[in-house]
């Protein structure tokens, strides 16, 4: 079965920087695009961030562009997000998505 699992979430100071991990299994990981989500409280999930198979090509939303970086590793089926010049507005769950799957999310608060 499909499984992703992120991890890296927690809390940071604004300005600050996090990098978060998301596992995958269950699917041919090189495959598919992987995806970036967050949803903050009271608020829809929105995108944040996509990489194609090879990771030859990255999208970005507007709000993170020029501060947060996808990245993956197929040899480990692990996709990246590494985020700096982090914002109290970019507190939230952070979500990976591939092959229509989801994770469990992983929390980024900041905060001074």
């Known amino acids: 079965q499909v499984h992703l699992v992120e991890s890296g979430g927690g809390l940071v100071q604004p300005g600050g920087s996090l990098r978060l991990s998301c596992a995958a299994s269950?699917?041919?990981?090189?495959?598919?695009?992987m995806y970036w989500y967050r949803q903050a409280p009271g608020k829809e999930r929105e995108y944040v961030a996509h990489?194609?198979?090879?990771?030859?090509?990255?999208n970005y939303a507007d709000s993170v562009k020029g501060r947060f970086t996808i990245s993956r590793d197929n040899a480990k089926n692990l996709v990246y997000l590494q985020l700096n010049g982090l914002k109290p507005e970019d507190t939230a769950v952070y979500y990976c998505?591939?092959?229509?799957?989801w994770g469990q999310g992983t929390q980024v608060t900041v905060s001074s």
């Open positions: 269950g699917f041919t990981f090189s495959s598919y695009f």
């Open positions: 990489i194609t198979g090879t990771g030859g090509i990255t």
């Open positions: 998505r591939g092959y229509s799957y």
